[in-house]
T-cell receptor, first 117, second 109 residues
Framework: DSGVTQTPKHLITATGQRVTLRCSPR?????VYWYQQSLDQGLQFLIH???????AKGNILERFSAQQFPDLHSELNLSSLELGDSALYFC????????????????FGPGTRLTVL | GQNIDQPTEMTATEGAIVQINCTYQ??????LFWYQQHAGEAPTFLSY??LDGLEEKGRFSSFLSRSKGYSYLLLKELQMKDSASYLC??????????WGAGTKLIIKP
């Protein structure tokens, strides 16, 4: 158990809908990262938040948005869902030393499996 | 660009040794991570290398050569449970890791 929690574990929805995925980082961690992993594909970095501020953006679609709240939990919002958005979405957290630079180990949550029908 | 290259798939025999290579661009390098990921599960941290040389952790070892932009993960005494994907990720001078596509390791009895 990494100490990172994600809810829900599974989500089934229809095209055009909007969903929110939630992540609680390990106690004390300031950095939260979101990743997308489609079937048999590599990890695609979406976005990194450090202590409430966006630090880096990867291949995140405009239909997707994220935020990190004062209690450091984070939410990833996916809207106008398409079939191709079906994937595992992982959240990871790290201590976030030095303002969130990536030399700290990232610990991954169990993921949310999103199925868009 | 900051491409990370690792083999797509490797096959090895139970009890044997396997070496998974990873090459990367050296400019701006801060450190290199190895993660293990079983199918449908979250990646789990294996090792972090920032200095040249070999780091040993039980059956797993990781090597780094900063000047050559090269790392490998060495798995000894392979067990069936080692069947997984192994991900190489590099920290450069920014706020995101650059991830390789992963090496799928198949262990045969």
């Amino acid at each position: 158990d990494s100490g990172v929690t994600q809810t829900p574990k599974h989500l089934i929805t229809a095209t055009g809908q909007r969903v929110t995925l939630r992540c609680s980082p390990r106690s004390g961690d300031l950095s939260v990262y979101w990743y997308q992993q489609s079937l048999d594909q590599g990890l695609q970095f979406l976005i990194h938040y450090y202590n409430g501020e966006e630090r880096a953006k990867g291949n995140i679609l405009e239909r997707f948005s994220a935020q990190q709240f004062p209690d450091l939990h984070s939410e990833l919002n996916l809207s106008s869902l398409e079939l191709g958005d079906s994937a595992l979405y992982f959240c990871a957290s790290s201590v976030g030393a030095s303002g969130g630079r990536t030399t700290d180990t990232q610990y991954f949550g169990p993921g949310t499996r999103l199925t868009v029908l | 660009g900051q491409n990370i290259d690792q083999p797509t798939e490797m096959t090895a025999t139970e009890g044997a040794i396997v070496q998974i290579n990873c090459t990367y661009q050296t400019s701006g390098f801060n450190g290199l991570f190895w993660y293990q990921q079983h199918a449908g599960e979250a990646p789990t941290f294996l090792s972090y290398n920032v200095l040249d040389g070999l780091e040993e952790k039980g059956r797993f070892s990781s090597f780094l050569s900063r000047s050559k932009g090269y790392s490998y993960l060495l798995l000894k005494e392979l067990q069936m449970k080692d069947s997984a994907s192994y991900l190489c990720a590099v920290s450069y001078s920014n706020y995101q890791l650059i991830w390789g596509a992963g090496t799928k390791l198949i262990i045969k009895p």
